[in-house]
């Protein structure tokens, strides 16, 4: 359970899809549906990086990248570590290679949303470059708050 056991693949197959649908409904919040999983991982399947120690899915992050207005946008959907396996920069990781991923692939910026009282989310992103862009208000199904994070990939002055 060091972190030098713990190894990054891409996504691979359906045969992966319970284990991460696991995963993420004992870490986070908000329900989500089947379709909402396909949606992503179907359409982006490059955008989705597990946490694996050994057999055992331990992290996950799922996201896509499509344009919004004139810009091409990377969208952090989903990132959950197991409880047991936090602080140990798992969670850090997964949003390296996502982000590197997307740049990669031209993204202009990278958003995500999270709730605005998960302190140690907010952290994690802020450190990873990530800045407050507006707070939604009961943006999620309890009713709570959100803030959307938003990392510039490219710089916003065009260049001659």
């Known amino acids: 359970m060091s972190q030098s056991s713990i190894e990054y693949v891409g996504y691979e197959s359906e045969h992966q899809l319970p284990s991460i649908i696991h995963m993420i409904e004992n870490e986070l919040s908000e329900p989500y549906t089947i379709y909402t999983y396909r949606y992503f991982i ?3 399947p490059k955008l989705c990086f597990l946490a694996m120690d050994g057999d055992k899915i331990v992290g996950v992050i799922i996201c896509k990248l499509d344009y919004h207005k004139d810009r091409l946008r ?3 959907a989903m990132l959950a ?3 047991d396996y936090r602080k140990r ?3 850090s990781k997964l949003v390296e290679k996502a982000v590197v991923a997307m740049t990669q692939q031209h993204a202009d910026e990278v958003v995500l949303e999270t709730e605005y009282t998960n302190q140690g989310a907010l ?3 802020q450190r ?3 800045i407050k862009d507006k707070r939604l208000y009961r943006y999620y ?3 709570v708050d959100a803030f959307r994070l938003k990392l510039f990939c490219k710089s916003m ?3 001659e």
């Open 42 to 44: 179907h359409n982006w």
């Open 74 to 76: 990377g969208y952090i």
């Open 81 to 83: 570590v197991a409880r």
């Open 89 to 91: 920069a798992i969670g």
């Open 123 to 125: 952290a994690l992103y």
């Open 128 to 130: 990873l470059g990530f």
């Open 141 to 143: 199904l309890n009713g």
């Open 157 to 159: 002055v065009p260049t």
